[in-house]
């Protein structure tokens, strides 16, 4: 669970410099894309491991 919670915090901030350099609003949507995926993994993981 903590790399999952540190591949968040990552997309987070490669979301926030994407968003602060205009330049690089393609990195921010690959940064939501990417925190999306990956906190949908995390989830499914863990809900699965509580039925278990």
Do not use: C
């Given at each position: 669970?903590?790399?999952?919670?540190?591949l968040?915090?990552?997309?987070?901030?490669?979301s926030?410099?994407?968003?602060?350099?205009?330049?690089?609003?393609?990195?921010?949507?690959?940064?939501?894309?990417?925190?999306?995926?990956?906190a949908?993994?995390?989830w499914?993981?863990?809900?699965?491991?509580?039925?278990?």
């Amino acid at each position: 669970m903590g790399i999952i919670i540190g591949l968040l915090v990552i997309w987070i901030v490669v979301s926030v410099l994407g968003f602060a350099i205009k330049g690089l609003f393609w990195l921010a949507i690959i940064g939501i894309v990417l925190f999306l995926a990956t906190a949908a993994i995390g989830w499914a993981r863990n809900r699965g491991s509580i039925r278990s």
